[in-house]
């Protein structure tokens, strides 16, 4: 008769544990509901004694890591917030003193008595040199990949992954320097030779000079996107399941026919995941692009002639220079780059969740 | 539909490693043959030379010969895609390719072979849907995800898939060594009735299994690890468990090894 008492208080604990875990997640008070039976430790030597179950401990490490995570977790929406608030607050009193439309201007004049600034022919310029970034480096990457984790011999393609993700370290500044000092004349060249036979397309008219252009940007940010987009690609890849080719080659698949049927549909959030990594990068690249494009304001779709400009590369030119408006006229600019990469990004989620049914079970 | 299978000194290795050793048995058409043996005897990979899916391993390699119906699977002028097609493979797991319909996995081979046309695919579909025995409970869903069947219906459509290309020999790795019993039941009841279709050959680890389902016995053994297999007894399958003429397969059939 002697347990009795012991066991109630027990109880009691227990009790009052859950009743406090209810301001946590769902998820969590039903871990914590069960926290006291899986800590037991048979012949009891907690309280209880004598064969009763030992009390919780309060302060355990669990609950210090779950604080921890917690506090983690709390720290991103904290500071994504507080990001927002900052980019809202310097945005606003800029965009309020914009004499002109600043979705339809073409133009940068932030700094003068009555400023004028427009988004549009940056956030075009962003988008097409990003875009055609994607168009060039995606198929190339997507092929260096297949061979790499496919048909290359092992020790070849270790070599060569590893020379691939060197590229992905080389800093944008350098690629920047590269792009105007040593690739313009090629390009230049080609865009000459272009403009000679294909000017009936708009996108190769113009009477020059050309060279600066957004055909020069785009190449390079595609070389720069090349090694992220190649080296996740090929991890996905590498992630196919045996099994699963070899079900493809037993029945009677070549090498490309299974790649077809089972390496690709598997890899295909993957390879969607690493293509919005690689224009992430494109979209947000600013160095680069501001020392090869030839930075004027307008929306046309010529490639080849000098010109071209994106948000990052007009807020790395401008912003020494920039006064309190200009700043602010700068930072909305952040502000429509966030909310394109935000737009890319939820596209790109809607395409994977689309087909997680698939996607699920093949994990 | 069904051919005679001939295997004659077959020797694999991998890399270094001799995994079988000088292997002779024959499989008439039209028969069940199990393959049995203590693990690492080199069963699964005496399977899969029958296909060349041993060659598929980086470093493995076949001597030896085998034929189908006195054809040598091994001549260089052979394109190893056809082997493969007409001997067809069933896994030890389940594997469907996860992103594809239960309809498009049963149809995945004949794509392969450029059967492009719905009408023929939906007929070809439901024919080996229900030769697999699982027509009737996948009608309804055929547009559903193949990963989302149970195990056991999984790998009735993996035999679906495989006898939907129509080929001469069926190959099984130990098909039900990843199901439940009732499930196992299931395919042991089919593999009964595509023999009237297919030469089928069954590596399996349950002796009860190789007992009722097939003709023919063989029995691979090793004497200790790393030294090659070999096929020690081959038989039909009535004679190998009630009156083997070996000592070795009757202490592995009695349980006393292995």
Redesign the interface.
């Known amino acids: 008769m002697g347990e009795t008492p012991h066991r109630s208080a027990d109880a009691g604990t227990g009790g009052t544990r859950v009743t406090e875990s209810h301001e946590w997640p769902a998820g969590a008070s039903a871990r914590v509901a069960e926290a006291p039976v899986s800590t037991r430790t048979p012949g009891g030597t907690g309280l209880g004694g004598g064969g009763a179950l030992p009390r919780s401990r309060k302060f355990g490490a669990e609950r210090a890591f779950r604080g921890l995570t917690l506090a983690a977790g709390t720290a991103v929406l904290v500071i994504i917030a507080a990001i927002a608030v900052f980019l809202v607050a310097k945005a606003t009193p800029a965009l309020r003193a914009n004499t002109e439309n600043f979705w339809t201007f073409e133009g940068w004049f932030p700094n003068d008595a009555e400023p004028k600034f427009g988004i549009g022919a940056l956030a075009f310029g962003t988008v097409l040199t990003a875009a055609l970034a994607l168009l060039v480096a995606v198929p190339i990457a997507l092929g260096i990949a297949l061979y790499l984790s496919h048909y290359a011999p ?1 020790r070849l393609g270790t070599t060569l992954g590893f020379l691939i993700d060197l590229l992905a370290a080389v800093p944008s500044v350098v690629f920047g320097l590269w792009g105007r000092e040593v690739f313009l004349k090629p390009v230049q060249d080609l865009s000459v030779w272009l403009n000679k036979y294909f000017s009936w397309i708009p996108l190769f008219g113009g009477d020059g000079p050309f060279g600066k252009s957004i055909l020069l940007g785009s190449l390079v940010l595609a070389i720069m996107v090349l090694p992220i987009i190649t080296s996740l690609s090929r991890e996905v890849f590498l992630q196919t ?1 045996t ?2 080719e ?9 090498q490309w ?1 299974t790649i077809r ?2 390496v690709l ?2 890899g ?1 959030p993957g390879i969607i995941a690493a293509v919005m990594l690689g224009l992430g990068r494109a979209l947000g690249e600013t160095i680069a692009l501001a020392m090869t494009l030839g930075i004027t304001f307008g929306i046309s779709f010529n490639l080849i002639e000098n010109g071209g400009n994106s948000i990052a590369a007009n807020i790395a030119n401008t912003f020494g220079e920039a006064n309190e408006t200009g700043r602010g006229a700068l930072i909305a600019s952040g502000l429509v780059l966030f909310a394109i990469t935000l737009i890319v990004n939820i596209t790109a989620r809607v395409i994977i969740y689309r ?1 997680r ?3 699920e ?2 994990a | 539909m069904a051919k005679r299978i001939e295997a004659s000194n077959v020797t694999a290795y991998y890399g270094a490693f001799k995994a079988i050793e000088n292997i002779n048995l024959t499989v008439e058409p039209k028969t069940v043959t199990a393959l049995i043996g203590p693990s690492g005897c080199g069963k699964s990979t005496f399977l899969r030379s029958i296909n060349r899916m041993h060659e598929v391993l980086p470093g493995a390699r076949v001597e030896g010969s085998l034929t189908i119906d006195e054809q040598d699977i091994y001549h260089r002028d052979v394109d190893v895609t056809a082997v493969r097609r007409t001997i067809g493979m069933v896994f030890q797991r389940p594997n469907p390719f996860p992103t594809m319909s239960i309809f498009e996995n049963v149809v995945a081979g004949l794509k392969l072979n450029g059967v492009r046309r719905k009408s023929i695919l939906e007929e070809a579909a439901e024919k080996a849907l229900r030769s697999a025995n699982l027509w009737d409970e996948v009608k309804d869903r055929l547009g559903k995800p193949g990963a989302g069947l149970s195990g056991g219906q999984q790998q009735r459509l993996c035999i679906a898939r495989t006898i939907a290309v129509e080929p001469q020999v069926v190959l099984m790795d130990e098909p039900c060594s990843a199901l439940d019993p009732i499930s196992t039941l299931a395919i042991e009841d089919l593999m009964f009735q595509l023999k009237d279709k297919f030469t089928i050959i069954i590596v399996t680890h349950n002796m009860q299994q190789a007992a009722r389902v097939s003709d023919r016995t063989a029995f691979f053994s090793i004497e200790k690890t790393g030294d090659p297999g070999r096929l020690i007894e081959y038989d039909n399958t009535q004679k190998i468990f009630s009156n083997p003429s070996v000592k070795k397969t009757e202490d592995y059939i009695t349980g006393r090894f292995g």
């Open positions: 092992r399941p099994a699963n070899e079900a493809a080659l037993a029945l009677g698949a070549t026919e049927t089972a549909p598997y295909r087909r049914e698939f996607t079970s093949a």
